[in-house]
């Protein structure tokens, strides 16, 4: 895959993410996929900030979306290459102060495979 197909999975993850269209969102990973979040360390501290697997991300994002049903992002950049884009936005919920966030998502034949989300 090349770098505007990138782009193209991190636009669907965004605007699935936006939606809360959890099984859209999930159809963009690999089934064994790894992602890290300081919120998931914070929230559940026994993960270490890692979860594996679809199943998991369901659970973690389905809470979230419960959580924080005012929950959307707002891109800034994506910049990607043939393996991983980087995605710059923020993070937007009512009640809380903006949150600028750095991911990057690893893609291998059209599928994440790992992702990593920065906080700043």
């Known amino acids: 895959m090349g770098a505007n197909e990138n782009k193209v999975i991190a636009k669907k993850w965004f605007n699935a993410f936006?939606?809360?269209?959890?099984?859209?969102?999930?159809?963009?990973?690999?089934?064994?996929?790894?992602?890290y979040s300081?919120?998931?360390?914070w929230h559940k501290p026994e993960t270490l900030g890692f979860i594996r697997g679809v199943e998991a991300l369901r659970n973690w994002w389905q809470e979230a979306?419960?959580?924080?049903?005012s929950l959307q992002y707002e891109v800034i950049r994506l910049t990607a290459d043939d393996e991983?884009?980087?995605?710059?936005?923020?993070?937007?919920?009512?009640g809380e102060e903006p949150l600028s966030v750095g991911?990057?998502?690893?893609?291998?034949n059209g599928r994440i495979v790992q992702s990593r989300v920065y906080h700043g």
């Open 65 to 69: 979306f419960d959580r924080l049903p």
């Open 18 to 35: 936006n939606a809360h269209d959890l099984e859209s969102l999930l159809a963009l990973y690999e089934t064994d996929a790894q992602h």
């Open 38 to 41: 300081p919120k998931l360390k």
């Open 84 to 94: 991983q884009v980087f995605m710059e936005y923020t993070r937007f919920v009512d």
């Open 103 to 108: 991911e990057v998502l690893e893609i291998e």
